[in-house]
């Protein structure tokens, strides 16, 4: 428990090392695997039981699932906790004013989260947000008992705790530019979860991938049509850069 | 040599060659990039979903009752006939403009509302209440004999408040009446005896 | 009757409907006077695709704009939803929207191309000075159209952004508070703010542009187009009347600028398949967050094409404002010694001198920042009067220019560059000197374009057949 105490006030003192404009430690680089409906469709399912609970995603309707492999029938079985129509949007099952009091601020929306947290220089906000979801740390300072590398101070409880287990980072006191500094060298798992950390990784992968694909669920076919438009485009510059030439070799 | 400067009428056969081609080339690329802009004149998935099929529960609906929802934005009526209601449609043949809803079947009458009742389920009739003279909603005449508006010998039916148009209880329309077809049947299927899903009438 | 052509009965249909509306409206006139005997120099190189591929964007973007505006809500409450209604549910939206995203980017791309070609083959010259106005004009317009319509998405950024660029109106003397109000309609950016821009962006400044770009293209066609060696083609005609150097802008430039629009094409469908966000430059990251008037973001920027005006906004400090007292008084000190006039003029300059330096002296370095930042648009207007090279065009000027004109286009870009970083001590030193660079490279014009050995310049173009 001490031990807990120090390395999380060691923390709040003196992160060295990569640092982020949030103060957070440096971001791991996401999976990506907005093209794999199998990742894609487990994601869904994470999002809709752990995060819409206080979470929104208003702008992101249930039948667009679809588009990774589902059917209307297995989103109303599965998916439908908010709302019973599969048209509808995905809307949290907390009342805002609720959640700000309980929180101290309302659970944003997460329809974007994905595109809105990118950082230049930092990385994606997939990257964001897979370095976030597997950085919790046990910490008895705050008032929900946890902590986060990714966003010290972070008002969100850790909702993935039961699958990931209770974690402490680890801190090595080394010379930083020429001055002492706890620098971050890995985790020590205080109790264990349902998920080992390998299964947890690739389950936030999940996760993450279809937080990516839900902030813009038409990238895939984006990239789709965009081949065959430059495919075309490219026939019609060289037709009409030989037509431009057929003109001007007229001209001396 | 100012015959090709003007370059109206290309005496070259390469130029001709590629002018055909790039016209060629330009017409399909208009023609693709269309497409993407007039597709979002179509209905938007919003749209689709407020207009989606409609889920009603009819086991609170007592013999006799009407009660109307919302679908499209039409109101669609579910009414329990009692038995005495659908005798009496067989004797109305005779003042009715299109007693076996012939006219305009695709519009009006989908293939399982093609019998006495124009309904599935015989008890139930399922209707969109919009007169098809000029769109206004007729108002219930259930009880039987002379009213205001209506012959002596009414056998119950609705009645239009706005030009007289009268319909029996299958939304058949009367003769020489301002209204020239029976009420819509919208597609609709039953998915157990107490829960109607009025919008859709296929499993898709 | 009027005087009407007469064509013979046995000549084809189409020929006979020509004849008819040519009696009634100038169309083949026209078509003459602007595509078919229209001259140009032959020997356009790759800078001068960016004026037809500037009107091409200006149509993408006001096509795409009618059919966004179809969807789009301009209500502070649904805005930012609306949009992503039209990204999601509206069939083909996202790709609209991509293409309007992209084609604001595009057109400031196109337009800085464009505008420093004039610059370097001097465009902006005798007789050409009215089309260097209307096309300055433009610019401002297009600046405009591009500020109102960042607001429209009601991102975090589109309401910070427009905060920040609105109060900046406050910062002028005794007006100002009053002029931000009336701006903003509202004590803050809200929905009022947000339905008069969007009548400004989708009519008001739209039609002005287009009036504004047939004044510059007719203003053009008046005098004929200039070309990269600056020889006027004019100069030299034919038997036919036609200029030696000219060809008909039809079918030449038709089908050049046809294969410039292919390319250009390429590069602009590609970012909006593959890239649209453009590593958040040209769909910026945090305007995925809706508007929260109580919550700033930790990095407001303007968007990438305002960056280097914004540069010199910012490095208008307390500090700057002794370095440009100097300047004026550097400026006074010059006419007076320099020049030869009556006393009472030299007494004039200097009353100027110490009336500007009062002013600047009491009044807040922030209404000097738009002062500074307003007049690195206003000064390009003035760039006809300022050059006083006896050559038009960089070709013929001596070697060192081309240097002056290189170290314009890495110092605007480098403006820019720091315009996008957060405020630094080192950023501010550069963007300091920077801003001194530019206005000393425009105010100090009429003196070192004069200086140096300029090349003789031909009577012909120089042109090397394709």
């Known amino acids: 428990m001490k031990k807990i105490l120090l390395s999380a006030v060691l923390v709040l003192a003196s992160i060295s090392g990569a640092q982020a404009a949030t103060g957070g430690i440096a971001w791991d680089k996401a999976p990506n695997n907005t093209n794999d409906l199998a990742a894609l469709q487990n994601g869904a399912k994470l999002f809709v039981n752990y995060c819409l609970n206080c979470h ?37 099952a907390i009342d805002p004013r609720q959640a700000k009091e309980w929180f101290g601020a309302n659970p944003p929306d997460l329809t974007l989260v994905a595109r809105s947290r990118s950082a230049a220089g930092q990385g994606t906000g997939a990257d964001y947000l897979y370095t976030y979801l597997r950085t919790y740390y046990v910490d008895d300072a705050k008032a929900t008992g946890w902590n986060n590398l990714a966003f010290p101070n972070v008002g969100m409880p850790h909702v993935l705790w039961e699958l990931q287990g209770k974690r402490a980072p680890v801190y090595a006191t080394e010379m930083v530019h020429g001055h002492e500094a706890q620098v971050f060298k890995g985790w020590e798992q205080i109790s264990p979860g349902k998920l080992t950390p390998v299964q947890y990784d690739q389950a936030i992968g999940d996760l993450v991938s279809y937080l990516q694909w839900m902030a813009e669920p038409s990238q895939n076919t984006r990239v789709r049509v965009g081949v065959w438009v430059l495919l075309f485009l490219s026939v019609m510059t060289f037709v009409t850069w030989r037509l431009n030439a057929a003109f001007w070799k007229n001209i001396k | 040599m100012s015959d090709t400067l003007a370059g109206n009428t290309p005496a070259d056969p390469s130029k001709r060659t590629w002018i055909i081609a790039s016209t060629c080339t330009g017409i399909v690329g208009a023609a693709a990039t269309a497409v993407p802009f ?43 006939r009692t038995p005495e209601q659908l005798a009496t449609l067989s004797t109305l043949n005779g003042q009715l403009a299109d007693p076996d809803s012939k006219r305009k079947q695709d519009e009006f009458t989908p293939v399982y509302a093609r019998n006495e009742g124009r309904s599935i389920k015989p008890e139930f009739l399922v209707t969109v209440g919009i007169c098809t003279h000029l769109g206004c909603s007729p108002s219930d005449k259930f009880q039987l004999g002379a009213q205001a508006s209506l012959p002596d010998d009414w056998k119950g039916g609705f009645l239009c408040p706005c030009h007289g148009s009268t319909f029996d209880m299958a939304g058949r329309v009367y003769k020489n009446k301002p209204a020239p077809d029976n009420l819509e049947i919208p597609p609709h299927m039953y998915l157990s005896d107490s829960k109607l899903l009025i919008g859709e009438d296929t499993q898709a | 009757m009027a005087e009407m052509k007469e064509i013979s009965p046995n000549a084809p249909a189409g020929a006979k409907l020509l004849n008819w509306v040519d009696n009634r409206f100038p169309l083949s006139k026209l078509y003459n006077e602007h595509l078919g005997q229209y001259y140009a120099p032959k020997n356009f190189n790759f800078f001068y695709i960016f004026g037809s591929l500037a009107l091409f964007v200006l149509v993408i973007q006001i096509v795409t704009g009618i059919f966004l505006v179809m969807h789009y809500k301009p209500d502070a409450a649904l805005a930012f939803g609306s949009v992503e209604y039209i990204m999601r549910d509206v069939p083909w939206g996202w790709l609209i929207r991509y293409m309007h995203s992209t084609g604001a980017s595009a057109f400031f791309v196109v337009i800085y191309m464009h505008m420093f070609r004039g610059l370097i083959y001097g465009s902006y010259r005798k007789p050409r ?6 096309g300055c004009g433009i610019f401002l317009c297009l600046m405009a159209e591009a500020f109102m319509g960042y607001l429209l998405p009601w991102g975090q950024m589109s309401y910070w952004g427009a905060q920040v660029i609105v109060n900046l109106f406050a910062a002028v003397p005794f007006v100002g508070p009053d002029l931000a109000l009336l701006i903003r309609g509202d004590y803050v950016v809200g929905d009022a703010t947000l339905n008069r821009f969007f009548s400004f962006h989708v009519i008001a400044v739209p039609l002005v542009l287009l009036g504004l770009v047939a004044a510059h293209i007719i203003a ?14 004019k100069d030299t005609k034919g038997p036919d009347g036609h200029p030696l150097d000219g060809i008909p802008f039809h079918p030449y430039y038709t089908v050049h600028d046809i294969f410039a629009v292919s390319m250009f094409l390429m590069v602009f469908t590609a970012i909006i398949f593959f890239a649209p966000e453009f590593g958040g430059y040209f769909l910026e990251y945090n305007n995925f967050i809706p508007a929260d008037p109580l919550q700033t973001p930790l990095h407001i920027a303007p968007v990438w094409y305002f960056t280097p005006y914004y540069s010199m906004l910012r490095a208008i ?25 009556p006393v009472v003029f030299k007494g004039l300059i200097v009353g100027a001198a110490v009336a500007v330096t009062a002013m600047m002296l009491s009044i807040d370095a922030k ?8 007049g690195a648009v206003i000064i390009l207007f003035f760039l006809p009067w300022l050059d006083n090279s006896p050559v038009k065009s960089i070709r013929y000027r001596p070697d060192w220019h081309k240097y002056m004109y290189a170290v314009f286009v890495v110092n605007f870009v480098v403006l820019a560059y720091l315009g996008v970083q957060p405020p630094s001590a080192i950023g501010e030193r550069v963007s300091q000197v920077g801003t001194l660079f530019y206005f000393g490279f425009f105010l100090l014009m009429p003196w070192w374009s004069g200086l140096g050995q300029a090349k003789p310049v031909p009577d012909r173009v120089t042109f090397a057949a394709h």
Request: charged fraction near 25%; charge should be neutral; include cysteine.
């Open chain 1, 56 to 92: 929104s995603a208003a702008f992101m309707r249930f039948n667009r699932l679809k588009d990774i492999g589902l059917t209307d029938q297995q989103i109303k079985d599965n998916l439908l906790f908010t709302t019973d129509k599969v048209g509808e949007t995905m809307k949290s």
């Open chain 2, 38 to 80: 007039v597709s979002t004149f179509q209905p938007s998935e919003r749209a689709k979903a407020a207009g989606a099929a409609v889920e009603v529960d009819i086991s609170a609906i007592k013999p006799g009752e009407k009660i109307t929802v919302e679908w499209r934005g039409k109101p669609v009526w579910i009414v329990r």
């Open chain 3, 129 to 134: 000075e009215l089309v260097w106005l209307f």
């Open chain 3, 220 to 233: 053009l066609h008046e005098v004929g187009s200039n070309n990269p060696d600056g020889v006027e083609i």
């Open chain 3, 317 to 341: 400090t307390g500090e700057m404002m002794i370095a440009l007292i100097a300047c004026v008084w550097a400026a006074a000190a010059l006419s007076v010694f320099k020049f030869k006039m």
């Open chain 3, 367 to 374: 209404f000097w920042g738009v002062v500074v930042m307003g």
